[in-house]
């Protein structure tokens, strides 16, 4: 091969050779540039907020000891930290009540076992120690008003932070029911509640006012006792006894007014709360019994109240 030959052959084989070595090295170096952009790329993620499906309890009632049993998918509903039965009640609802009180009837040692509902989140504005006795209250008053003996009804409260309203804040059903058969021979439950009932006629709600002023601020012990108050009208048929009081600020003759109007105030109270207007007395004492001195800004507070009991 002659020396030009030669020449021109190695200066291919440079130009191949480069291009080799060209094409691995520089791109595998953009080729790692691509990759640490992937990696230090900022991944941004949407976060997709939970939506929980609405809850839809049905009205359902069984007795596993017969044959008895009602179902519709309507229910009591009430909005959110309210314990008041949202209207209108559907149409399904008193049909199957009017089968619940013809089966009462007819099982005198039956009850109806009412469950109210309450998350922890919502806003207890009753006067019961939480909403869900609130709302099995509320359940229990529109059965007594569709003649089903109170006297065969028993309520209670439990928290639920697994039921879920719909966008209008509103709770379908958070109220559940069973049939619980009485044992005649079994007095405890009875006796507890006498029992309940005369540490109230010893121990009577005390509401305490200013000068002038009639508003209510209850105490978890006194929220306690409106319930058991509720318990013992609806099953020993007592009723209440509010007696609105007042200091000797005044004419004694507007006390007793003032007296009045505190425990009709009271009252109201306690009918909103779900007892039965029927079932509450309102009268005044005005400045007439005093429990201590009214030369003492101490003793006229203590003067200014409403006692609440049953008689």
């Not at 109806?112 to 207890?124: P, R």
């Not at 058969?181 to 006498?194: N, V």
């Not at 507007?254 to 779900?274: C, E, H, M, P, S």
């Amino acid at each position: 091969m002659s020396k030009k030959a030669s020449y021109i052959l190695g200066i291919l084989l440079t130009i191949i050779l480069g291009t080799i070595l060209y094409y691995y090295l520089c791109c595998n170096c953009f080729g790692n540039v691509d990759n640490e952009y992937k990696e230090t790329e900022i991944k941004q993620e949407v976060v997709v907020p939970e939506v929980n499906e609405v809850t839809k309890n049905a009205f359902a009632i069984t007795d596993n000891e017969s044959n008895f049993k009602i179902r519709t998918n309507d229910n009591f509903n009430f909005k959110i930290s309210d314990f008041s039965i949202l209207n209108p009640i559907s149409e399904k609802v008193p049909s199957e009540t009017k089968l619940l009180k013809e089966f009462l009837l007819t099982n005198p040692l039956k009850t109806i076992d009412i469950t109210g509902y309450y998350k922890s989140d919502e806003l207890n504005n009753s006067a019961y120690p939480n909403l869900g006795l609130a709302r099995a209250n509320a359940v229990k008053n529109y059965f007594v008003s569709q003649d089903i003996s109170s006297k065969q009804i028993d309520t209670k409260g439990q928290l639920n932070d697994d039921i879920y309203p719909d966008d209008s804040s509103i709770l379908y059903g958070p109220v559940s029911f069973g049939i619980l058969t009485a044992d005649k021979s079994d007095t405890s439950a009875i006796d507890a509640l006498k029992s309940a009932c005369d540490s109230l006629r010893a121990n009577p709600i005390v509401l305490y006012f200013k000068t002038g002023e009639a508003s209510i601020n209850l105490s978890p012990q006194q929220r306690q006792k409106i319930a058991d108050i509720s318990h013992c009208v609806d099953k020993l048929d007592v009723k209440v006894q509010v007696v609105g009081h007042t200091d000797n600020t005044g004419v004694a003759s507007n006390n007793v007014i003032l007296g009045q109007q505190r425990a009709d105030f009271a009252k109201r109270y306690l009918i909103k709360n779900g007892i039965l207007e029927q079932n509450i007395q309102a009268t005044s004492k005005g400045q007439t019994e005093p429990i201590a001195a009214n030369n003492t800004e101490e003793g006229k507070t203590k003067n200014r109240r409403t006692v609440v009991t049953i008689n």
